[in-house]
C-alpha cells in the first residue's frame, strides 16, 4: 500500500465559534493544497482513497485534494483504483483526530487490502506517526500542507503489526520540491 501522510493547510488563529476543531482554512491554506494536490497529480501519486481527522481544517484539505484529484471520478471509472480500495467519498475517522494512536488504523488499511491510501490530520501526531513507522525523524516536523510517502507491505513477521514500512518520498509543501528516497 502506499500511504500519504499529510497535514492540514494552514489554518485561522480562531473561528467564529471559538473552538479550535471550528478552525476552518485560510484563503492562502486552500491555494497551498491545491497546488500540493496539483504536484500529486503531476507526479502519479494521487490516492484513491481519502481518510480525514473529523476536525474543519482537515476535513476541508481532504475535500481540496479529492476535487483536484478527480477522486470521484476515478472511483467510478479506474478499475485500479476499484480494487485499491476506492470509494470516491472521504471517510471522516475519529482516530485522525489530535492525540490518538494512528498505527492500529494503518494496520486496518494493510489487512484490508488497500491502496494508495492518504490519511489528513494533525501535528504533533502525524510526525510521530512518521517516526514509528519509518523510523526516521523530520527535521522541523511536518509543514503545514506537507505530504509524507509511505510504502506500507504486509509482513506476518512483524509482531502487533503485521507490515513493514519505508519512506518513499518526503513533498514540501511551500517549494513544491520532492524529496525522493
Known sequence: MK???MRHGPAQDDSPSGRDADRAL???GRERVAAVAKALVAEGEA???ILSSPLVRAMETAEIVADVTHLSRRAREDQ???RGGATGEIEIRRELGMGTEKLALVAELVR???KRVMIVGHE??????VMSLVGADLPGGMGKGMVVGVKVTPDPQVAGLEFRS??????DPKSLV????
Open 3 to 5: 500511504l500519504y501522510v
Open 26 to 28: 485560510t484563503p492562502a
Open 47 to 49: 490516492p484513491f482513497s
Open 80 to 82: 485500479k483504483a476499484q
Open 112 to 114: 484490508a487490502g488497500r
Open 124 to 129: 504533533p501526531d502525524l510526525s510521530m506517526l
Open 166 to 171: 519505508t519512506l518513499k518520498f518526503v513533498l
Open 178 to 181: 520532492w524529496q525522493r528516497h
